[in-house]
């Protein structure tokens, strides 16, 4: 049949490197021409491969890039046993514009819980007849529906001076959870989305990647010319790239 491709094929294997053991996912895909390793939470580690590459091309990639692998699964694994310590109770703290706040939990009359910001804290007001894992649920979603509300104001209007400044801007503008990225641009639709979790970083942060969307408006890809129309911007672009990417951990709500 023309244009018929087969499936990709998916493997599980684990290989003994230098630097420690590395169970990983293959996956090979007829439409892909380079070895490509990411390392991702629950996802573990995968590896994409051409579907004729050579197993033994393969390892020595993985092998090549062992102590990179390992130190990322670390900091996954330091992540994860952080965030496992968070949760939604008197004193823990959150971010917001890149400080960290703590919740004040009070018990009250209403029927329903509220939040509020008084500038040093969050106060969410519970109903009395809620405890354990319920109150928690419901701290945790009025911090979100805060969060969202902020998200939706604010990079907006962000966006919306980047888009003047730059004479360009897109049809369609959206505030969404987006679970492994900050922003994404359709070029074809002119359509910019953005994670409500970016209100946790602080504001230089959010506008470079409100810039960096508004970019690929013009440039889909990451190439030289993408990065020079982002560093006309902000010439600091790369100090506020790494904040995103260190603590990146913090703007995950547990």
């Given amino acids: 049949m023309p244009g018929f491709t087969k499936p990709q094929q998916k493997s599980c294997y684990t290989l003994l490197t230098k630097s420690g053991e590395i169970p990983y996912f293959l996956t090979r895909s007829p439409r892909r021409r380079t070895i490509e390793i990411t390392v991702a939470g629950s996802a573990g ?7 004729y590459a050579a197993e033994k091309e393969i390892r020595d990639f993985i092998h090549e890039k062992s ?4 130190k990322k699964i670390h900091e996954i694994r330091l992540q994860q046993e952080a965030l496992n310590k968070r949760g939604y109770e ?3 703290q959150f971010l917001f514009l890149g ?12 029927k329903s819980a509220r939040v509020s910001f008084d500038g040093r804290q969050w106060i969410v007001e519970v109903p009395k007849n809620i405890a354990g894992r319920q109150r928690q649920s419901l701290v945790k979603e009025k911090l979100i529906q805060w969060y969202r509300q902020q998200a939706e104001e604010l990079l907006g209007s962000r966006l919306f001076h980047y ?4 004479g360009s801007g897109p049809r369609k503008i959206a505030v969404r959870t987006q679970k492994r990225i900050w922003g ?3 070029k074809s639709q002119q359509r910019i989305n953005l994670n409500w979790c970016l209100i946790m970083a602080p504001l230089p942060v959010i506008d470079y ?3 960096h969307e508004l970019c690929h408006l013009e440039v889909a890809n990451h190439s030289r010319r ?4 982002v560093e006309k911007i902000f010439p600091d672009y790369k100090i506020r790239q790494k904040w995103l990417r260190s603590r990146a951990g913090d703007m995950v709500m547990p």
């Fill in 67 to 70: 102590e990179w692998i390992i």
């Fill in 184 to 186: 994404s641009c359709s």
């Fill in 99 to 110: 400080k960290q706040y703590p919740v004040a939990i009070s018990e009250g009359r209403r």
């Fill in 226 to 229: 993408f990065w020079k129309k």
């Fill in 90 to 92: 008197n004193g823990h």
């Fill in 45 to 51: 580690v995968s590896v994409k491969a051409p579907r």
């Fill in 209 to 211: 990647v409100v810039v």
């Fill in 163 to 166: 888009a003047r400044l730059m």
